[in-house]
């Protein structure tokens, strides 16, 4: 069943139910006020015939006199009026015009009798008979009409909701035309908005909104895996290259010995490469964060600079750690590691021999932040906004270290987004670089207990 068909009916169900109520809850009413007027129509006619009485005694002397004189005076239509001796014999009968002597009226008949005066006329009664008949031919009348107008209503209540109902889901028919029409050959195509205000309009902009992150997320999938084939297919075809060249019938032992050297090298940054691609893959992925400890900043940086004094003597740089204040702060100690070799490898990628890198923890506020400062070639400011970007790299740094991948910053920013941290970076007035990552603070009810004995390198 369509969508404008259950409108229809729904409308038309609707209006069924509420003419059924409404035209009950009116016969009731209207029967309630009839019979009700009746009676009282009833009891007034006793109550005159009783004042009637009362004025013709004095005259007539007798109540047998004055009774037949008030019978006799007395018309009253569409109703019987009787007076009662103390005996139970009817003495004076009423009719109403048009009712022959003796004949009944139509049932139901509503009595009402009432003493005509103890005093005058002591044991005397006036009985008034009333037909509710005609009241109920007036009812049946209704319901009559309530039967032909209700379905009739009814009807045309359907072919109404079936009108609005089609009118009002145009548009979703429009934008379901719309959107049957975009394809991956027309990415640009969009739904259209009627009317931005309603809530069509803003189904139509959260689809359109939603079509265009599909389409930056493609466009990104697509960079992406254009970006990989190409930094992969340059290690790959030097290690083809050096296979050959090792296969050669021509070769020296020496000359294979360099070829397997090469491929080796080649197959490590390979690998490299390979994990920071799984790596963001999985970020893409929307893969779980990872949970989060309280712990000290300051400690995981002191113990993941270690291996990296090793790296910075053979580049012939000298790594030093600053300043290492107190910072308790919520984080994932391999990821912030990570995050840590991830600053220093660029630092020292990026520092000719005989420059300096220094890294130090401090507390601003409530805040930690890691700083790294070198004396490296920099970072242009025309560069820094693209700077996390995807296997962008900067001029200076193609002609310096042209086997980078320019992934490392991209995986340093998503695991600063996982712990809510912030990354800056600048080039101070002086050279070089300085990366500062500011971690969100730590409740106080949530700060570590500190570990003694902590041993910290500095050379």
């Known amino acids: 069943m369509t969508i404008r068909l259950r409108l229809a009916a729904w409308y038309a169900g609707s209006v069924l139910a509420l003419f059924l109520v ?20 009833a009891e007034r006619s006793a109550a005159v015939a009783r004042g009637v009485f009362r004025v013709e005694v004095p005259e007539y002397r007798t109540t047998l006199a004055a009774v037949a004189h008030t019978a006799a005076e007395l018309v009253i239509p569409d109703q ?110 969009r739904i259209p908005v009627a009317d931005p205000r309603d809530e069509l309009g803003r189904l139509a902009r959260c689809f359109n909104d939603l079509l265009d992150r599909l389409a930056h997320a493609l466009a990104q999938q697509r960079r992406f895996l254009a970006d990989a084939a190409h930094e992969l297919r340059t290690p ?19 000359a294979r010995a360099e070829s397997l050297r090469l491929i080796q090298a080649d197959l490590e940054r390979t690998r490299s490469l390979v994990d920071k691609l799984l790596q963001l893959a999985r970020a893409d992925a929307g893969e779980p964060a990872p949970p989060l400890a309280a712990g000290y900043l300051d400690d995981v940086v002191a113990s993941g600079i270690q291996p990296w004094y090793a790296v910075a003597e053979r580049a012939d740089v000298r790594l030093e750690l600053g300043e290492l204040e107190e910072a308790p702060a919520m984080l994932h100690a391999e990821l912030v590691e990570r995050l840590l070799g991830i600053l220093l490898d660029n630092a020292v990628r990026y520092t000719p021999p005989g420059g300096r890198i220094e890294v130090s923890v401090v507390q601003e506020g409530d805040a930690g932040v890691l ?89």
């Open 371 to 459: 700083e790294i400062r070198d004396t490296g070639i920099g970072i242009p400011s025309d560069e820094r906004e693209r700077l996390f970007q995807r296997f962008f790299r900067g001029r200076a740094a193609r002609e310096r270290a042209p086997e980078g991948s320019g992934l490392g910053l991209a995986i340093a920013r998503w695991i600063a987004e996982q712990h809510g941290a912030a990354i800056e970076v600048s080039s101070p007035p002086d050279g070089g670089t300085r990366v500062r990552v500011v971690f969100p603070a730590l409740a106080p009810a949530g700060a570590p207990a500190r570990t003694a004995g902590l041993a910290i390198s500095r050379s």
């Open 236 to 254: 790959v075809a030097r290690m083809l290259s050096q296979a050959e060249r090792g296969l050669s019938t021509a070769a020296t032992e020496d």
């Open 80 to 189: 019987v009026l009787e007076f009662v001796s103390p005996a139970g014999r009817v003495i004076g009968r009423q009719v109403r015009p048009g009712l022959p002597d003796g004949q009944r009226l139509e049932p139901p008949i509503y009595r009402v009798e009432r003493p005509l005066d103890p005093e005058l006329a002591p044991g005397w009664t006036v009985r008034v008979q009333a037909s509710l008949a005609p009241y109920e031919r007036e009812l049946r009348r209704i319901d009559h009409s309530l039967v032909f107008l209700i379905p009739v209503t009814v009807i045309l209540a359907a072919l109404t909701g079936w009108v609005l109902a089609g009118r009002t889901l145009r548009p979703v028919g429009e934008m379901a035309a719309a959107a049957e029409r975009i394809t991956p050959a027309t990415p640009q195509a």
């Open 22 to 41: 409404t035209g009950l809850m009116l016969r009731i009413t209207l029967r309630d006020v009839l019979v009700r007027e009746h009676h009282q129509g």
